[in-house]
């Protein structure tokens, strides 16, 4: 059974007699609704959430594999033992969820300690702008690290006359699901190439819909954000020939000045079918928290982050996890990192170990 297929079976949430029980086990990495289990159960046991994205997504396997890295159950092994090497007593949980606007809404109100989330919309969420204007802004709102870089994908069928942005005015197009930080970027970009927000039929679609309303002709282009390969689509492309529009020229050079947190990005060749390399912008994958949330604890979540047996597990686990690396982990953030995960960075320590972005 697959990484992913282990997480979804997992998805089933225990109670806390269930879990406390299960706590022996090497490490807990645990799926399921929001809100259903309080940060700590006694005196040895915490919970610590993470919220992710839906199943299909590299959202929910990179939370999964990093719950598992940074938990350590009570009766563990010791980690130079071959145990767990994450925090003591901590069972982390990463929970499914609609993306990372859900997930920003949930960690201001606390019904989650932290979660995934897209760059551009961390911004707009912590400085009161975009799509967060006029509304107060979430200034508690603080990063553990910058992931990795995911892409924006734009996606047609090959058949399609659609063969620039502009070529999608009047077209039905798929934004992403709600509580996704899709449609955000989606409409920036749309704009910027003269597409603007009445000029298009946008649908808020899953990634999962939108492939099958793609693949039945019902849509006529797909946004998503996500590292290539996005499996959705990677297994859409084995039935349906697809095309990638690029996101190049001047009106992208004018969206990467404007929005900093934007960046170059090229999906490899290959990656859906017989598609070219293809230029399109990046955006930072972010671990937020809140600035209350305890020192200490966060510290040591980043210094499970980034431990060698963490880096094993993000190796083989996901390709995208091999994106994950410490010399990137403050690179970009347009909000404050953490008190505790600051602490860690700015400690002394090897610079050749594999913690450190090292082989």
């Known amino acids: ?22 706590a022996g086990a090497a490490a807990a990495c645990l799926v399921g609704g929001v809100g259903a289990l309080s940060v700590r159960a006694d005196d040895e046991t915490r919970f610590f959430r993470i919220g992710t994205g839906p199943t299909t997504g590299n959202y929910f396997t990179i939370g999964g ?60 969420a912590y400085s009161g702008t975009g799509m967060y204007s006029g509304g107060k802004p979430f200034d508690g709102l603080r990063a553990i690290a910058n992931l990795y870089q995911e892409s924006l994908h734009i996606v047609v069928r090959t058949e399609s006359a659609i063969n620039a942005i502009a070529d999608l005015r009047g077209k039905r197009i798929s934004l992403g699901g709600r509580g996704s930080g899709t449609r955000a970027t989606a409409e920036l970009v749309l704009g910027a190439y003269g597409v603007g927000e009445r000029r298009f039929n946008g649908q808020q679609l899953t990634i999962e819909k939108a492939t099958e309303a793609l693949r039945d002709g019902s849509v006529d282009a797909i946004f998503f954000v996500g590292g290539p390969p996005v499996p959705a689509l990677a297994d859409l492309a084995k039935t349906t020939p697809l095309r990638l529009l690029p996101v190049e020229g001047d009106p992208a050079s004018m969206l990467r000045s404007t929005y900093p ?57 996901s390709p995208i996890g091999r994106r994950i690396r410490l010399e990137q982990a403050l690179v970009g953030l347009p909000l404050p990192v953490h008190p505790g995960a600051e602490r860690y960075y700015t400690e002394p320590r090897d610079q050749s170990s594999p913690a450190n972005g090292g082989q």
């Not at 992913?4 to 806390?16: I, M, N, P, S, T």
């Not at 994450?86 to 979660?115: K, R, Y």
């Not at 949330?293 to 047996?309: F, G, K, Q, S």
Request: aromatic share 6%; proline share 5%.
């Open 1 to 22: 059974m697959d990484q992913r297929k282990r997480f979804a079976a997992a998805g089933r949430l225990l109670d806390r007699r269930q879990i406390l029980r299960k």
């Open 65 to 124: 594999i990093i719950a598992n890295a940074i938990s350590n159950p009570p009766g563990s092994r010791p980690c130079d033992k071959g145990g767990s090497c994450g925090v003591p007593g901590l069972i982390a949980i990463a929970q499914t969820t609609q993306g990372s606007v859900q997930n920003v809404d949930l960690i201001a109100n606390e019904t989650l300690e932290s979660g995934l989330c897209q760059s551009d919309v961390a911004y707009w």
């Open 261 to 317: 947190f934007l960046t170059v990005d090229a999906i490899p060749e290959n990656s859906y079918g017989n598609n070219p390399a293809t230029v399109t912008v990046g955006i930072g994958t972010y671990w937020l928290v809140l600035a209350g949330l305890d020192e200490n604890l966060v510290h040591d979540i980043t210094v499970a982050l980034w431990h060698p047996a963490t880096r094993k597990l993000l190796d083989q686990g």
